[in-house]
């Protein structure tokens, strides 16, 4: 068991960081301090911390709202608060995105995880104890076709400029590690899903226009298959690897649980009309399918043995329970979609937050 401190968490605003912060305050016996480094792009909302930064803040929880590509504030904040872990989920992290506009993620997936771990390097040394852990995607490895999976030792292959730049960056944490020694750990997960995901991802999409009576655009023919894993479980298996993971290794994270892109979506439809007491297939008119994301990896599929076999991690939650958590989160936090949909929450963010 590792003696964690004072973590510094990079991208702790953005969905699954966000999670994993109110997770670590409200589920584990975590004890030391959290240093939220974020730039707070169009992804990054602190309200989503809110009841943390309400209850800790300034003793246990600090925001730092700063580029992971800015050397001098990293350096900074590492030595500001005497860093010992870093927890880096910072990215830019929408495939679509990507396609739209490739530069920034080459600019922070890779330049910033490059500057963060040359900067850990330089402010640790020879120091013992210390951990950067690296949270990176499945979708590394390329696409998969009927059958098969994904293992830590699969070879890489990514093909868009996400995961290009993700699997730039998955390689630079490694050589880290074997050039320098800087002690570092890697996590591989699929398709997150849950509260607080920037309604640009498929679930949230879906809720959101179904909730409108919009179109639900189903990307090619529908039959992509992703696997799904509920955000807490992967942040509890991020958690146990920063804990009792092998210095050096990376480890695969999946939910075993693959759905074609069309059955989610009709399981979405199916959930929101038993909730707004509508007919079954009420929602299923809506489903339009519209023309293909360029490059669009045609399945996902992940064996996450090893996590199971050493660390004794599991899934908790089946996607039922999960997709029907989700739902009702987004039912009930109307305030959140609407003002990180309008850019509100940036009006939230100045009147109820200063750095401290
Ligand atoms: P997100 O887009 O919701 O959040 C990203 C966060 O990083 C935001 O708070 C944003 O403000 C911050 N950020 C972006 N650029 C930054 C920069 N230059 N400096 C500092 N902060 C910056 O992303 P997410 O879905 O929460 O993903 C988090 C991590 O998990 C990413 O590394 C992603 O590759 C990985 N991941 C995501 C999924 C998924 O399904 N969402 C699956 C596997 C792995
Ligand atoms: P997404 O949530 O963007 O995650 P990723 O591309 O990282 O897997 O997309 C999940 C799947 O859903 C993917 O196969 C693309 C598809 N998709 C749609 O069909 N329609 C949509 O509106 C979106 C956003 C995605």
Redesign the pocket.
């Known amino acids: 068991m590792r003696k964690l401190t004072n973590i510094m968490v990079t991208g702790g605003a953005g969905f699954i960081g966000a999670n994993f912060i109110n997770w670590l305050f409200k589920g584990t016996d975590f004890s030391g301090r959290i240093i939220n480094f974020d730039k707070l792009t169009y992804a990054g909302n602190p309200e989503s911390l809110k009841a943390v930064d309400e209850t800790h803040g300034g003793e246990r929880y600090f925001l730092v709202q700063g580029d992971i590509c800015d050397r001098a504030k990293v350096e900074e904040t590492l030595k500001a608060y005497d860093i010992d872990t870093i927890i880096h989920f910072a990215a830019e992290s929408?495939?679509?995105r990507s396609i739209e506009g490739p530069e920034v993620f080459v600019q922070t997936n890779v330049m910033g995880t490059f500057t963060l771990l040359d900067a850990a390097r330089h402010y640790w040394g020879d120091r013992e104890g210390v951990l950067f852990h690296h949270v990176s995607t499945d979708?590394v490895y390329g696409s998969l076709g009927e059958t098969g999976f994904f293992y830590e030792t699969t070879p890489y292959d990514p093909r868009s400029a996400y995961s290009a730049s993700k699997a730039s960056s998955d390689h630079l944490v490694r050589s880290y590690y074997h050039t320098y020694g800087l002690p570092i750990t890697l996590s591989n997960c699929s398709?997150n899903y849950g509260p607080l995901q920037f309604p640009?991802?498929?679930i949230p999409?879906i809720i959101e226009n179904i909730l409108n009576e919009r179109n639900l655009?189903?990307?090619g023919d529908g039959k992509?298959i992703?696997d799904w894993l509920f955000v807490e479980d992967h942040n509890s298996a991020v958690w146990e690897i920063v804990n009792r993971g092998k210095t050096g290794e990376s480890y695969n994270i999946g939910g075993e649980n693959e759905w074609e892109?069309i059955q989610l979506v009709h399981k979405l439809c199916e959930l929101m009309a038993e909730k707004q007491g509508k007919d079954k297939d009420y929602f299923k008119k809506l489903i339009t399918f519209v023309k293909d994301?360029p490059g669009?990896d045609r399945r996902y599929a992940i064996n996450c043995d090893k996590l199971k076999n050493e660390l004794g991690w599991k899934q908790s939650l089946d996607f039922a329970e999960g997709l029907n958590k989700t739902v009702d989160w987004y039912l009930e936090n109307r305030e959140w979609v609407e003002r990180v949909q309008s850019g509100e929450y940036r009006k939230w963010m100045e009147i109820n937050y200063s750095e401290r």
């Open positions: 929408h495939v679509d979708e398709n640009e991802k498929l999409v655009p189903v990307y992509n992703r892109n994301r669009h």
